[in-house]
């Protein structure tokens, strides 16, 4: 304390003389009334700021007061009135929820004003997607609505029900006839169907019968198109003229009923697209069959002019090749068009399966006629015993036959039906021919005749398939005529070299008639007089071969009958080598009548 007094005293103590120290007790003094009365000055207005305080406190204190009792009388004034608004914001809920429930209702079972709208103006103008929109609601309406008749709002359900039943009838026959007059304007050769037809479609099949009148117009309107199109095709050809009209291919028969086919086998497709893009958005039942029967109906038109050309091509008889080719031609459009169509019964497919049996008739009609001409007039073989002009006329008629008949597109049960027939219609009546005509010969000519013959038919067949049965036929018809070439040309070697006599004794020689050696010309001498002959035979065989195997066709076949004819040359000698050698027949020194022995004959033959 003492330090902070001094500390003070140094402020206003400056300098420490006698007179100051005197005088240092009054300054002091001074110094302390000084501060008080700064002290009480500055309190003084500290005071005057807390009396306006207290005055502005009291101020407000009085106001609020007076707020107060204002407040209460107002509160007594209006109790009444918040009351009444208190319930009327109650009823307003109330009346809210109603107008919520009201909408709802309302948008669940009926139409705004937008659908009522396009449902009234299609009557006049074109339907668009949001008629079909509008649609579906009333649909789906009628359906909401059966909810309604289960309830106790069953007087608004039946009224609800009602009104969108005549709003559906109404719509509905609003879309029948702008579908119908939508499929009338089809009716030109490329249409391309509008998706918002597709839509129709799908809505009417809500209503089976509009369903199928709609389908009937279009089918009508294409059918017409078909026809003008087909007729156009015939007779003016394409735009521009390319391609060139098909009648003018009409003395080419192929060409032109192939033209006229293929034409139509597009035209069926197309219109089964058409169709398909009509009814791509149905889902009714029996949808394929009601396509089916409408494309049967849409080409069902160019029936009559197809039939009539063709039926022209057919009864002109353009030959017998042609005529079974046309049969084959009809037969694979038949087949190709029925997948397209389906296997429904469709005029286009009766008219061509009628013109197939009308040109395959036509063709066994002309198969027939050219065999009984074979059979009026049979030819004689020829010099050369080869085969006569007529077998070699009909075996390229048969060749060309099934040349067009492996190269054609029928399916393969189809194609192996049809040769049979075919086979039968000709062969059969060459082989009796060959038969008729060999019938004057001798032996010897009638096997090589009927050899050359049968050769040339296997030959001509081994070139098709499906010939194996008649192949083997001729196989063992060859084969039995070949036993008769081999025999001759055995007898013929045996009786040139001298031996044919001795084998013939020998063969018919029994124990009963004595020695063999005792029999006209059948001593040592006469035995050895053939050996000599058979000798000749032994250095050069190939001379000892009988003139008609020079006029066999077939090289395999003339060596065949040479070397089977040389094994029974051989057996024979052999058989004639033991009876000679046999003691009990006689001959003395048997080993010089016949000097060589039937192992050595074999090997000089062989």
Known sequence: EMLEALKSLSVFFTENSLRTRRNLRGDIEKRSLAINEEFVRIFKDVKEELESIHEDVQAMSTCCEEMTDRLKTAKEQTQDLILKTNKLQGENHRL?????????????????????????????????????????????????????????????????????????????????????????????????????????????????????????????????????????????????????????????????????????????????????????????????????????????????????RIEQVIVAEPGAVLLYKLSNLLKFYHHTISGIIGTSVASLLITIEEMHVLSKKMFFNSLSLHASRLMDKVELPPPDLGPTASLTQTLSLLREVLASHDSSVLPLDARQADFAQVLSCILDPLLQLCTVSASNLGTADM?????????????????????????????????????????????????????????????QHSPEQGPLSNLPSMDSSSLKAAMVQFDHYLSSPDVFVMPQLNFLLSAAIKEQIFKQSTELVCRAYGEMYTAVTNPANSYKEPESVLHRSPQQVQTLLS
């Open 96 to 308: 809210e929820v109603r107008a919520q429930v009201a909408q709802a209702f309302l948008s669940k079972f009926q139409l705004s004003s937008e659908e009522m709208a396009i449902l009234r103006c299609a009557r006049d103008g074109p339907i668009t997607e949001d008629f079909f929109k509008a649609l579906n609601r009333v649909k789906s309406i009628h359906e909401d609505v059966k909810v309604l008749l289960r309830t106790n709002q069953q007087t608004a359900g039946l009224e609800i029900m009602e009104q969108m039943a005549v709003l559906q009838e109404t719509s509905y026959e609003q879309l029948y006839r702008w579908a119908q007059n939508e499929c009338r304007e089809l009716t030109q050769e490329t249409c391309d169907v509008p998706p918002v037809l597709s839509q129709g479609m799908e809505a009417l099949q809500d209503r089976p019968v509009l369903y199928k009148y709609t389908l009937d117009e279009f089918g009508t309107a294409r059918r017409s198109a078909v026809v003008r199109g087909f007729i156009d095709a015939l007779t003016r050809g394409g735009p521009g003229g390319t391609p060139r009209p098909i009648e003018m291919h009409s003395h080419d028969p192929m060409r032109y009923v192939g033209d006229m086919l293929a034409w139509l086998h597009q035209a069926t497709a197309s219109e089964k697209e058409h169709l398909e893009a009509l009814l791509k958005q149905v889902t009714v039942q029996g949808v394929e069959d009601s396509m089916q029967e409408i494309v049967g109906h849409i080409t069902e038109g160019v029936c009559r002019p197809l039939k009539v």
């Open 447 to 507: 096997a090589t005749y009927m050899v050359n013959s049968l050769y040339m038919m296997k030959t001509t067949l081994a070139l098709f398939e499906f010939t194996d049965k008649r192949l083997e036929m001729l196989e063992f018809q060859i084969e039995a005529h070949l036993d008769t070439l081999i025999n001759e040309q055995a007898s013929y070697v045996l009786t040139r070299a001298g031996l044919g006599y001795i084998y013939n004794c020998v063969q």
